[in-house]
Nanobody
Framework: QVHLVESGGGSVQSGGSLRLSCTAS???????IGWFRQATGKEREGVAV???????SYGDFVKGRFTISQDNDKNTLYLQMNSLNPEDTAMYYC??????????????????????WGQGTQVTVSS
């Protein structure tokens, strides 16, 4: 059984930084893994994904502020978030797929692509 567990969320002021981590059991992080988020009253949206062959995709709103990475030795996925603003306030979810094809950013940032979701970690950014 696959379990994804996120950590690292919290409350920060605008302009601050956070690093989210996701550890997995029953699953080895290779590709087709990433982060989504959902703000209150909004739909889930893709933040950052490592796709097939290691291709990285970011949501348009990231604008160079976030970096996704993985540590294969620790089987851990990270999301470094800098220059946070109140619009980044959301629950952040770690996701993984059983597999994915080579595709576009639009393809990788579709929630339906992912089979496994963590419980989420809350990020709150105050102005």
């Amino acid at each position: 059984q696959v379990h994804l567990v996120e950590s690292g969320g919290g409350s920060v002021q605008s302009g601050g930084s956070l690093r989210l981590s996701c550890t997995a059991s029953g699953y080895i992080f290779t590709s087709c893994i990433g982060w989504f988020r959902q703000a209150t009253g909004k739909e889930r949206e893709g933040v950052a994904v490592i796709g097939s062959g290691g291709a990285i995709s970011y949501g348009d709103f990231v604008k160079g502020r976030f970096t996704i990475s993985q540590d294969n030795d620790k089987n851990t996925l990270y999301l470094q978030m800098n220059s946070l603003n109140p619009e980044d306030t959301a629950m952040y979810y770690c996701v993984a797929a059983r597999g994915c094809a080579r595709g576009t950013t639009f393809y990788y940032l579709q929630p339906l692509l992912y089979d496994y979701w963590g419980q989420g970690t809350q990020v709150t950014v105050s102005s």
